[in-house]
């Protein structure tokens, strides 16, 4: 699995050779520090991995436990720093280990088999130049509480005479023997609008520039300018 964590900042539009006016999104795509790999089999770690303890339950005179398997394959990436003040020990603890400061966006990218990475390597946008479609995963913009129009699409009712003031409204939600029951689950009626996790996959990778980490993406993405995303390699091609 090839992937890769970023920051959405913006669209623009490039040119192509003939001329033609290609709308694209700006992501700046790492540099990510592998926070942690995780693995199936402890077996396969390192050495000095597999031998390392866990500090849990030192301060209240327990015996250190030595490092165990987690079950899967994946790689844990960070993307962004914290300042000291803003991180818990915890997350500072997490992140030393892997020489590395903690990190604002934290996602696992899973894979099949062992991965080719170690704990403390930087992955950098380069890993994206010889892909062409990718898939993202964003949070969607916050639109707060949405009438029914904005949020489903649904059509206005009647300016006719004898329609007062109900133009915008849901009208009836189908509860017809009786209404003791609540409104049937699942109905669409006004609410809270986006925040939500979404993916849009196959976009099309028009250009990658290295030296500033910036990925330009053929297409809108989900999210805010400023937003963290997640960048893979498209499943479905």
Known sequence: ????????LGMTQIFEADGTCVPVTVVEAGP???LQVKVADVAELPDEQRNASTNL?????????????DGYYAVQLGFGTK?????NQAESGHAAKAEAKPSLFVRELRYDTLPPYKQGDEIR????????RV???GTTKGRGFAGTIKRWN???QSASHGNSVNHRR???IGRQYSTHHGVPKNKKMSGHYGVQRRTVQNLEVVKVDEERNLVFIRGAIPGHRQANVLLRKSVKV
Do not use: E, H, S
């Not at 699995?1 to 959405?8: C, H, R, V």
């Not at 946008?125 to 062409?132: A, P």
């Open 57 to 69: 339950g030192k301060k209240r005179g327990k015996q250190a436990r030595p490092r165990r398997a």
């Open 170 to 172: 849901a009208g009836g």
């Open 154 to 156: 649904f059509a206005r």
């Open 32 to 34: 990510c520090k592998v």
């Open 135 to 137: 898939d993202i995963i």
């Open 1 to 8: 699995m090839i992937g890769i964590l970023g920051k959405k």
């Open 83 to 87: 300042t000291d003040k803003a991180a």
């Open 125 to 132: 946008v380069d890993i994206l130049k010889d892909v062409k």
